[in-house]
């Protein structure tokens, strides 16, 4: 089946460093990638929609200048967390569109602790 | 203002009973409704997808149906087991040319042994 592998698993930054996600698409080509994030007990919100080749939409209230999202190929999407703060601090997932029969996929998530 | 709900209090059950969860939305018209199962610290599965048009669907263990006049979707897991536990995540999906999800709150299901 479709796989979206997602890095790092987990990790832990210093206050106002950045921090680079990345998403790749396996076994298919995912034009769209979708990054949601989710903090403890609540549903995955969504960030942002990139789409490869050009600039990603945001959703409202999500900065972009914090999270940047490059889409440059049809099967790596990245998320950087710019000047990271704790509050920041969350579960981030990707996930693409696999056909319509196939529902869609997810990364693993990305446990991302600022200190 | 479009709305999921799924029941957010933890549904507790005995291994080997039928587990019921229920999803409601409001100010959607779906063209469809997808199901996930997501367990802690990892992202969500995809477990079925139900059209419209289609009353009830079936995977192994699992049945979903869809009622378009009720708004409502109902997922249920038969002879349910301890693996079975996790939370459960409703997505209905219009078809407006906006390609992402929007979940609900999701429902924990724990199954005793």
């Known amino acids: 089946g479709a796989v979206v592998s997602q890095h790092p698993s987990w990790v832990i930054c210093k206050s106002g460093t950045s921090v680079k996600i990345e998403c790749r698409s396996l076994d298919f080509q995912a034009t769209t990638m979708f990054w949601y994030r989710q903090f403890p007990k609540q549903s995955l919100m969504l960030m942002a929609t990139s789409n490869e080749g050009s600039k990603a939409t945001y959703e409202q209230g999500v900065e972009k200048d914090k999270f940047l999202i490059n889409h440059a190929s049809l099967t790596l999407s990245t998320l950087t967390v710019t000047s990271a703060h704790p509050e920041d601090s969350s579960f981030y997932i990707c996930s693409a569109r696999v056909g319509d029969s196939y529902g869609y996929t997810f990364g693993s998530g990305t446990r991302l602790t600022v200190v | 203002s479009q709305k999921i709900e799924q029941n957010s209090e933890a549904l507790n059950i005995q291994e080997g009973k039928t587990a019921t969860l229920t999803c409601n939305y409001t100010n959607y018209s779906p063209a469809y409704l997808q199901w996930y199962r997501q367990d802690p610290g990892r992202g969500p599965v995809f477990l079925l997808l139900i059209r419209e048009n289609e009353k009830e669907k079936r995977k192994e263990r699992l049945k979903v149906t869809f009622d378009t006049t009720l708004k409502q979707s109902l997922f249920h897991i038969t002879a349910s087991q301890p693996a079975d536990s996790a939370t459960y995540l409703c997505?209905?999906?219009?078809?407006?040319?906006?390609?992402?999800?929007?979940f609900g709150s999701g429902t924990r299901l724990q199954v005793q042994p």
């Open positions: 997505a209905p999906v219009t078809d407006t040319g906006r390609r992402a999800l929007t």
